[in-house]
């Protein structure tokens, strides 16, 4: 049978990014998949516009439940093999998930699969994005795939704006850490408990998508900054790394030192229940 694909998108306000990001899912995704929305409190039209969606599961909450709670509600309600959390101020392009899912089956030991980006940090990123207007986006990404067919790379982490993971993982490590929030580190603390399960991370190198980047923290009028600050001292406590919140935003840190750590996997530590 062919694969079962549950895009798990979570919104709250910012529609016109929302509407483009799944104009192009349509747009370019021949496989079968469904939409699972998860819709923190929006006020501006956009839970009118998610129940016109085809092929979509809503979920509404009356308060912003941020990044992580958001994300785990759709994974319990997502009937796919495969989950892909993407970010609604993205927009994808040709052969996006095509290409994520063939690296995702191409070996057992890869637990999630990203692609490169522009607006993204760490190995993720592309620098030299040439494009300017919409328009020009998927010529860029088709000759970005073209020019780095088959290729990938094993990175430290991956960002939380596309990820695609086998629902397996779940049963493996559990789902992301709500203590994060309104959002930031839980990607982090989601990669490195699948390292440390003793799995691997994999950025699709022929795999380009656009990213806004913070369009939800700037829309809503969230101090991103703040945000990012508070959750670093969280996983940096978590993690007993040592250094204050301040100190890892700042200037980063090792994730497979923590991995080496870490290891093995131990479910009393390691695994997030969902609530």
């Given amino acids: ?47 009118d516009y998610l129940q016109s969606v085809p092929s979509s599961k809503l979920i509404c909450n009356e308060v912003n439940r941020g990044f992580a709670a958001g994300n785990n509600q759709g994974i319990a309600a997502a009937s796919g093999d495969y989950i892909c959390l993407l970010n609604n101020d993205t927009v994808v392009t040709d052969g996006w998930l095509t290409r994520l899912l063939a690296w995702l089956n191409k070996d057992p030991s890869i637990a999630i699969v990203g692609p490169r980006s522009n607006n993204v940090a760490w190995a993720q990123r592309v620098n030299e994005v040439t494009y300017r207007e919409p328009s020009e986006m998927d010529g860029f990404a088709f000759h970005w795939a073209f020019r780095h067919k088959d290729q990938g790379f094993f990175p430290h982490k991956l960002i939380g704006h596309c990820m695609l993971f086998h629902k397996s993982l779940i049963t493996r490590i559990g789902v992301l850490d709500e203590r994060f929030f309104p959002g930031n580190y839980e990607d982090d603390d989601f990669c490195l408990r699948a390292r440390i399960s003793g799995k691997i991370l994999w950025v699709a190198n022929d795999v380009y998508i656009h990213h806004y980047g913070g369009s939800t ?34 200037y980063g840190y090792n994730p497979s030192d923590i991995v080496e750590r870490e290891k093995p996997f131990r479910p009393h530590r390691h695994y997030v229940p969902l609530k």
């Fill in 1 to 47: 049978m062919p694969a079962f694909i549950s895009i798990v998108m979570l919104t709250r306000n910012a529609l016109n990014y929302t509407k483009e990001c799944i104009e192009s899912v349509i747009r370019h995704t021949p496989e079968h998949f469904e939409f699972v929305f998860v819709d923190n409190g929006s006020t501006d039209g956009t839970l």
């Fill in 217 to 250: 923290f700037r829309t809503n009028q969230t101090n991103y900054a703040a945000s990012a600050l508070n959750n670093a001292n969280k996983f940096a406590h978590k993690w007993s790394l040592g250094i204050s919140g301040f100190e890892l935003d700042n």
